[in-house]
């Protein structure tokens, strides 16, 4: 062995999420640390390295890139090579390489440790700035306009660095080395308050108005410190936020929130509440750790949590629910505004009758969406004056422009993993790696709660959630989605996917494109999505529990029991048939599907039956009903799980109109929550198989059994409760049927009704107890939000280039 070790060079390409995220400068430190020279630099793909040196310090770097990456940084793979050393003795941080793009974008961050530190340290020259950042948080999917990510091509390309900030910007060992968002009080953005303008201004015209025009009443750290007073004081503020605009109240003021409720025309969906810190969290809900380590995470969700029996917020934030979507703040502006304290008496402005201690600090703000019901999240300053004057009392903006909407995403915990209900800002547009290759494609998504997906190679890229597509502010924010995300990855789709429903504005779009198509059935993408996301091949039995999907034999899905994989799929087993009396009035009247279940299981007598919901009925619109139910008139057939749930909530007097989408079974679950369910007997049920075509599960038995204990008066929580369990008993009994047949022992769960925590609990427990593997949603959502993804795996597999399009149904 010779006196001295070896040299060795070696060439490393690491992909994933690694730009913008301060991978170079951690790169740079380190390889100062560990005395290694060679070069870092962007690449097309991520990041390329040289590293020259010993092999225990390249061991010791190899083992530093993996586990103590930069806390934005996602690495979706590491390879290396050696290659021949080279006399080199210092280590440089080099321009960006050319060659073929695979670029990933960092999702938005919420504010790091470091900078809430500096925030609130009145030695720190960004003491109270409400745009601290630095390269481990911050905006950067929300600011982006084109690539490469420099700071030319965000939204902070007019703000030119001060002298201070640009020697931060150079420094590779400074926290802030290549921030893009970086800024200070003196070169930065800024806070303006200004007060709604009265009466509201028209929505029609793109003319914008001066801040003395738009009524400005205060600016910088005075905006900041009034805001907090009109709060207290009860006002609606609208607060601009990373993604968009929030419309926010006191959460502990019922006044305040009630009147947010009847300005915003949202009658009782509940509203998300932000609250200080984690401390002060704990005094609304009762997390267990995987909750609360979701809640301080750098995505920072809306967690789904349980209230605690003494939770301060006000009843009329999330009525009729034992639950709170809860967040923390995740923009320095949100922390000003807990942590601002408060110049206003707030003993002078309280009736002389109220018990309530005066209060100098909010104790947590409602903070929804900043729009009218059913459109997109406001985002631009001008636009959102318009829309939200008739709502909000005062706008706190701020003059950094948001480049793509991205609303906050929502989770709740479920088998100790969190499950999206919403994926957005924190989550998008982070990628998916799929089991297979395929060429590059766009996905459109159905028509609510709509995303879309572009893929290439093994990466597939979900975007925000865009809403539901059922207006033009709605379609003109999906359209626009699509056109930045295949902008900023630069993904030119060779082929297209969308859903089999024929008036969906998604799927016209993707046949207006012109790309080569295919018409994915809804429930077959359900069933794709969580096989994707979970890594699957092969074949599988599909449980799709959900609200509405159009059939290929022209009804409605949602009860949907499959079996297949990417390549096509077979209907094994459905839930019975049953009208939808009035179409679409069904979905908004859960009267109308408790009459329908009745008719079915009890034919005309069930119009004689003492039920709140027929009792409603005049005799004319008894013979109405019908004709409707027995000739199929207005009545198409529907297999849907999530008619099963309003005709059951119905039934028990619970709700029979709706205001939001899934309400009825929200509550109907909450109801059956306030009882313990194990030991709980299943109502009766008949699994129907055919010599042909696909087995049928029929709930009439269980209905008259319902309408039983509705008439003896059992409470209303037990049999709530007695419904999840048959639902899932009668689930599980399907599964083992077809998983006899056809040999399969893998499960997978999707559909919106998976969202709800009781049904999905005891159908993974059933199966699983069975000896069934049982997957489910964690990297999207189960609802219609995770559909492109599975639209996306399956037009991949078929390579459908070839043709101008097929339908899903004709490919079995």
Same mark, same amino acid.
């Given at each position: 062995?010779?006196?001295?070790?070896?040299?060795?060079?070696?060439? $490393?390409?690491?992909?994933?999420?690694?730009?913008?995220?301060?991978?170079?400068?951690?790169?740079?430190?380190?390889?100062?640390?560990?005395?290694?020279?060679?070069?870092?630099?962007?690449?097309?793909?991520? %990041?390329?390295?040289? &590293?020259?040196?010993?092999?225990?310090?390249?061991?010791?770097?190899?083992?530093?890139?993996?586990?103590?990456?930069?806390?934005?940084?996602?690495?979706?793979?590491?390879?290396?090579?050696?290659?021949? /050393?080279?006399?080199?003795?210092?280590?440089?941080?080099?321009?960006?390489?050319?060659?073929?793009?695979?670029?990933?974008?960092?999702?938005?961050?919420?504010?790091?440790?470091?900078?809430?530190?500096?925030?609130?340290?009145?030695?720190?020259?960004?003491?109270? $700035?409400?745009?601290?950042?630095?390269?481990?948080?911050?905006?950067?999917?929300?600011?982006?306009?084109?690539?490469?990510?420099?700071?030319?091509?965000?939204?902070?390309?007019?703000?030119?660095?001060?002298?201070?900030?640009?020697?931060?910007?150079?420094?590779?060992?400074?926290?802030?080395?290549?921030?893009?968002?970086? #800024?200070?009080?003196?070169?930065?953005?800024?806070?303006?308050?200004?007060?709604?303008?009265?009466?509201?201004?028209?929505?029609?015209?793109?003319?914008?108005?001066?801040?003395?025009?738009?009524?400005?009443?205060?600016?910088?750290?005075?905006?900041?410190?009034?805001?907090?007073?009109?709060?207290?004081?009860?006002?609606?503020?609208?607060?601009?936020?990373?993604?968009?605009?929030?419309? #926010?109240?006191?959460?502990?003021?019922?006044?305040?929130?009630?009147?947010?409720?009847?300005?915003?025309?949202?009658?009782?969906?509940? !509203?998300?509440?932000?609250?200080?810190?984690?401390?002060?969290?704990?005094?609304?809900?009762?997390?267990?750790?995987?909750?609360?380590?979701?809640?301080?995470?750098?995505?920072?969700?809306?967690?789904?949590?349980?209230?605690?029996?003494?939770?301060?917020?006000?009843?009329?934030?999330?009525?009729?629910?034992?639950?709170?979507?809860?967040?923390?703040?995740?923009?320095?502006?949100?922390?000003?505004?807990? *942590?601002?304290?408060?110049?206003?008496?707030?003993?002078?402005?309280?009736?002389?009758?109220?018990?309530?201690?005066?209060?100098? =600090?909010?104790?947590?703000?409602?903070?929804?969406?900043?729009?009218?019901?059913?459109?997109?999240?406001?985002?631009?300053?001008?636009?959102?004056?318009?829309?939200?004057?008739?709502?909000?009392?005062?706008?706190?903006?701020?003059?950094?422009?948001?480049?793509?909407?991205?609303?906050?995403?929502?989770?709740?915990?479920?088998?100790?993993?969190?499950?999206?209900?919403?994926?957005?800002?924190?989550?998008?547009?982070?990628?998916?790696?799929?089991? !297979?290759?395929?060429?590059?494609?766009?996905?459109?998504?159905?028509?609510?709660?709509?995303?879309?997906?572009?893929? =290439?190679?093994?990466?597939?890229?979900?975007?925000?959630?865009?809403?539901?597509?059922?207006?033009?502010?709605?379609?003109?924010?999906?359209?626009?989605?699509?056109?930045?995300?295949?902008?900023?990855?630069?993904?030119?789709?060779?082929?297209?996917?969308?859903?089999?429903?024929?008036?969906?504005?998604?799927?016209?779009?993707?046949?207006?494109?012109?790309?080569?198509?295919?018409? %994915?059935?809804?429930?077959? #993408?359900?069933?794709?999505?969580?096989?994707?996301?979970?890594?699957?091949?092969?074949?599988?039995?599909?449980?799709?529990?959900?609200?509405?999907?159009?059939?290929?034999?022209?009804?409605?899905?949602?009860?949907?029991?499959?079996? +297949?994989?990417?390549? +096509?799929?077979?209907? #094994?087993?459905?839930?019975?048939?049953?009208?939808?009396?009035? @179409?679409?009035?069904?979905?908004?009247?859960?009267?109308?599907?408790?009459?329908?279940?009745?008719?079915?299981?009890?034919?005309?007598?069930?119009?004689?039956?003492?039920?709140?919901?027929?009792?409603?009925?005049?005799?004319?619109?008894?013979?109405?009903?019908?004709?409707?139910?027995?000739?199929?008139?207005?009545?198409?057939?529907?297999?849907?799980?999530?008619?099963?749930?309003? &005709?059951?909530?119905?039934?028990?007097?619970?709700?029979?109109?709706?205001?939001?989408?899934?309400?009825?079974?929200?509550?109907?679950?909450?109801?059956?929550?306030?009882?313990?369910?194990?030991?709980?007997?299943? $109502?009766?049920?008949?699994?129907?198989?055919?010599?042909?075509?696909?087995?049928?599960?029929?709930?009439?038995?269980?209905?008259?059994?319902?309408?039983?204990?509705?008439?003896?008066?059992?409470?209303?929580? %037990?049999?709530?409760?007695? !419904?999840?369990?048959?639902?899932?008993?009668?689930?599980?009994?399907?599964?083992?049927?077809?998983?006899?047949?056809?040999?399969?022992? =893998?499960? /997978?769960?999707? @559909? *919106?009704?998976?969202?709800?925590?009781?049904?999905?609990?005891?159908?993974?427990?059933?199966?699983?107890?069975?000896?069934?593997?049982?997957?489910?949603?964690?990297?999207?959502?189960?609802?219609?939000?995770?559909?492109?993804?599975?639209?996306?795996?399956?037009?991949?597999?078929?390579?459908?280039? $070839?043709?101008?399009?097929?339908?899903?149904?004709?490919?079995?």
């Amino acid at each position: 062995m010779g006196k001295y070790a070896p040299l060795i060079r070696r060439h $490393y390409k690491i992909t994933g999420i690694v730009q913008g995220v301060g991978f170079r400068p951690f790169v740079y430190r380190l390889a100062h640390e560990l005395g290694l020279s060679g070069l870092v630099r962007n690449s097309p793909a991520g %990041v390329e390295i040289e &590293a020259q040196g010993l092999a225990q310090a390249l061991a010791a770097f190899e083992q530093a890139l993996s586990h103590d990456a930069p806390p934005l940084a996602v690495i979706s793979s590491i390879t290396s090579d050696d290659i021949p /050393i080279i006399d080199d003795t210092t280590f440089e941080i080099l321009p960006s390489s050319a060659g073929e793009p695979d670029i990933q974008i960092a999702p938005d961050s919420a504010l790091c440790s470091d900078c809430l530190r500096e925030l609130f340290d009145p030695s720190d020259r960004r003491y109270r $700035y409400p745009f601290i950042t630095c390269t481990n948080c911050g905006p950067r999917y929300s600011i982006i306009t084109g690539i490469p990510y420099d700071r030319p091509k965000t939204t902070m390309a007019d703000f030119p660095l001060c002298q201070d900030c640009f020697h931060e910007y150079i420094d590779p060992l400074n926290r802030r080395f290549h921030a893009q968002p970086v #800024a200070c009080h003196s070169c930065g953005p800024q806070v303006s308050l200004l007060k709604a303008p009265s009466p509201p201004l028209p929505l029609l015209g793109r003319e914008c108005c001066s801040s003395t025009q738009r009524g400005e009443v205060g600016r910088g750290e005075d905006a900041i410190l009034q805001a907090v007073d009109l709060l207290l004081q009860g006002h609606i503020l609208a607060v601009k936020g990373i993604g968009g605009y929030h419309l #926010a109240v006191d959460a502990c003021n019922p006044a305040a929130v009630q009147k947010l409720r009847e300005r915003k025309q949202r009658d009782e969906k509940p !509203f998300a509440v932000m609250t200080a810190d984690l401390e002060a969290a704990r005094r609304l809900a009762l997390m267990n750790e995987t909750e609360e380590r979701l809640l301080v995470s750098a995505e920072a969700p809306i967690v789904i949590v349980r209230k605690s029996p003494d939770c301060q917020v006000s009843p009329q934030v999330a009525p009729n629910n034992g639950w709170l979507g809860l967040m923390l703040p995740y923009a320095p502006l949100h922390h000003l505004l807990f *942590g601002a304290g408060s110049t206003f008496d707030v003993q002078s402005s309280m009736s002389t009758t109220t018990n309530v201690e005066p209060r100098t =600090r909010l104790t947590a703000l409602v903070m929804t969406s900043g729009n009218i019901s059913d459109e997109p999240v406001a985002f631009e300053d001008e636009d959102a004056i318009k829309r939200l004057s008739g709502i909000a009392d005062y706008f706190l903006i701020h003059n950094r422009p948001i480049h793509i909407r991205s609303d906050d995403s929502v989770m709740r915990v479920f088998q100790g993993k969190p499950l999206f209900y919403r994926r957005a800002r924190g989550y998008a547009p982070r990628a998916v790696k799929l089991p !297979f290759q395929l060429q590059p494609l766009l996905a459109v998504g159905a028509e609510l709660k709509s995303s879309v997906c572009l893929a =290439r190679n093994d990466q597939a890229f979900l975007s925000q959630h865009i809403g539901d597509l059922q207006n033009d502010s709605s379609y003109d924010s999906f359209c626009q989605t699509i056109h930045h995300l295949s902008d900023i990855l630069e993904i030119r789709p060779a082929q297209a996917a969308c859903d089999l429903h024929p008036d969906y504005l998604s799927s016209r779009y993707a046949e207006e494109s012109g790309l080569p198509l295919l018409k %994915v059935q809804h429930h077959h #993408a359900h069933l794709a999505s969580c096989m994707a996301e979970n890594g699957l091949s092969g074949e599988v039995i599909g449980v799709i529990f959900d609200g509405t999907g159009y059939g290929p034999d022209g009804t409605v899905w949602g009860g949907e029991f499959l079996v +297949g994989g990417y390549d +096509g799929y077979s209907r #094994a087993a459905h839930f019975r048939n049953t009208p939808l009396p009035g @179409g679409d009035a069904a979905v908004r009247e859960p009267w109308r599907m408790a009459v329908s279940y009745l008719y079915q299981a009890l034919g005309e007598a069930a119009f004689s039956t003492d039920h709140p919901a027929v009792r409603q009925l005049s005799d004319q619109e008894r013979r109405v009903f019908v004709g409707m139910l027995s000739r199929g008139i207005n009545s198409p057939m529907t297999s849907s799980c999530g008619r099963l749930f309003d &005709a059951v909530s119905a039934l028990l007097d619970l709700r029979h109109e709706v205001s939001y989408d899934g309400q009825a079974a929200i509550e109907l679950e909450a109801l059956a929550e306030t009882v313990e369910c194990s030991g709980t007997e299943s $109502y009766r049920y008949r699994v129907v198989l055919h010599e042909s075509g696909p087995a049928e599960l029929d709930f009439s038995q269980m209905i008259m059994d319902i309408l039983a204990d509705v008439d003896v008066g059992i409470p209303p929580a %037990v049999i709530a409760a007695r !419904f999840h369990v048959t639902l899932a008993t009668a689930a599980t009994d399907v599964c083992l049927i077809i998983s006899g047949s056809s040999g399969l022992d =893998r499960v /997978i769960l999707s @559909g *919106g009704a998976f969202q709800n925590r009781l049904l999905s609990e005891m159908v993974y427990n059933a199966l699983t107890k069975n000896g069934l593997q049982v997957f489910t949603h964690r990297l999207v959502p189960p609802n219609d939000g995770g559909i492109a993804l599975g639209q996306a795996a399956i037009a991949g597999r078929r390579k459908v280039s $070839y043709v101008s399009w097929r339908s899903d149904e004709n490919l079995e």
